[in-house]
C-alpha cells in the first residue's frame, strides 16, 4: 500500500463542498488499485472502521449531501475461515453504517455504477488499512436538502401539469 498522504483530512474538509449529487466516495480497503481519469485515490493510513465512521460524520455534518451506501453482497456469504476477522468487520460495519443505512449489491455491479460514474463525474477513493475481503462502502451522494420522495412528487406534480391543456395564449 501506498504511503498515506499526510493532511487528507484537510483535504477531504476541502473538497466536501465541491462534491454533490452524483459524485461518490468510495471507503475502500488496502487492496483497492490506483486509478486514472476523475478517480482520486487517496491512502489514508486510517483503520477501516474508523474511516467509515469518520466520513460518515463529515457527511452528517454537510447540510448539502446525504449519503447513500452500498456494501459488497459478498461480504455477508464471507465466513471467518474463509477471511478471518470477517464477522467482526461485519458487525463494525453494520454499527457505522446504522445512522444512513445500507444496499448489499454484487461487487461487480458497484464497481461498473463507480466506473461509469467516472466519466461524467468526480469518485474520491479512501484507501483505509484494512485487510478484510468485500469490505468496502461505496457512497453515492445524493442532495442532502431534496429527499426522493419530495422529487417523486415533485414528478407527479409536472407529469399532471402537462395533461392538462394551457388557456394561456402565447404573447
Given at each position: 500500500m501506498g504511503s498515506p498522504k499526510p493532511g487528507w483530512k484537510k483535504q477531504f474538509r476541502q473538497v466536501l463542498p465541491e462534491l454533490g449529487h452524483?459524485?461518490?466516495?468510495?471507503?475502500?480497503?488496502?487492496?483497492?488499485?490506483?486509478?486514472?481519469?476523475a478517480v482520486?485515490?487517496?491512502?489514508?493510513?486510517?483503520?477501516?472502521?474508523?474511516?467509515?465512521?469518520?466520513?460518515?460524520?463529515?457527511?452528517?455534518?454537510?447540510?448539502?449531501?446525504?449519503?447513500?451506501?452500498?456494501?459488497?453482497?459478498?461480504?455477508?456469504?464471507?465466513?471467518?475461515?474463509?477471511?478471518p476477522g470477517v464477522s467482526e468487520t461485519r458487525q463494525a460495519l453494520a454499527n457505522a453504517l446504522a445512522v444512513c443505512g445500507s444496499t448489499a449489491v454484487l461487487h461487480e455491479e458497484l464497481i461498473a455504477r463507480l466506473?461509469?460514474?467516472?466519466?461524467?463525474?468526480?469518485?474520491?477513493?479512501?484507501?483505509?488499512?484494512?485487510?478484510?475481503?468485500y469490505s468496502s462502502v461505496f457512497i453515492e451522494l445524493d442532495c442532502g436538502y431534496w429527499a426522493p420522495e419530495n422529487e417523486a412528487e415533485?414528478?407527479?406534480?409536472?407529469?399532471?401539469?402537462?395533461?392538462?391543456?394551457?388557456?394561456?395564449?402565447?404573447?
Open positions: 452524483r459524485n461518490w466516495i468510495l471507503i475502500a480497503d488496502s487492496a483497492y488499485p490506483a486509478q486514472t481519469g482520486e485515490v487517496v491512502s489514508t493510513g486510517e483503520d477501516h472502521i474508523d474511516l467509515v465512521s469518520w466520513v460518515l460524520k463529515e457527511l452528517a455534518d454537510a447540510a448539502h449531501v446525504r449519503p447513500v451506501a452500498f456494501l459488497d453482497a459478498e461480504l455477508s456469504a464471507l465466513t471467518d475461515e474463509l477471511a466506473s461509469a460514474t467516472a466519466q461524467n463525474f468526480k469518485v474520491l477513493v479512501l484507501k483505509s488499512t484494512g485487510v478484510v475481503p415533485l414528478r407527479l406534480l409536472m407529469s399532471a401539469g402537462r395533461r392538462k391543456p394551457s388557456t394561456k395564449k402565447a404573447r
